[in-house]
């Protein structure tokens, strides 16, 4: 019923900045929390940064002072940009949605590649 759409991602140099987004379609109620994970292959999944609906922010200690997460509550869409990209922040990058009752759904990933 909810889908999420997400662009931005692609290549990018090290040092170089891309801008990701995730829109929320559909009929959408109660959203706790917006953000993004990330997956690099043959690791596990991981946090890079969210948003709550108070706009709490949390970032993995990877990307803190890199990337800057945001959010239009009112279009039910999230931003992340990341700055300062390095080959390390390599993966596919997956948008999730918390909802109040916690449940959750992710969107299908966007590829971030940083060459060097």
């Known amino acids: 019923q909810v889908q999420l759409a997400e662009s931005g991602g692609g290549l990018v140099q090290a040092g170089g900045s891309l801008r990701l987004s995730c829109a929320a379609s559909?009929?959408?109620?109660?959203?706790?929390?917006m953000g993004w994970y990330r997956q690099a292959p043959g690791k596990q999944r991981e946090l890079v940064a969210h948003i709550t609906k108070e706009g709490s922010t949390n970032y993995g200690d990877s990307v803190k002072g890199r990337f800057t997460i945001s959010r239009d509550s009112a279009k039910n869409t999230v931003y992340m940009r990341m700055n300062s990209l390095k080959p390390e922040d390599t993966g596919v990058y997956y948008c999730?949605?918390?909802?109040?009752?916690?449940?959750?759904?992710w969107g299908r990933g966007t590829q971030v590649t940083v060459s060097s």
């Open positions: 999730n949605v918390v909802f109040m009752d916690t449940s959750n759904i």
């Open positions: 559909g009929i959408i109620f109660r959203i706790s929390a």
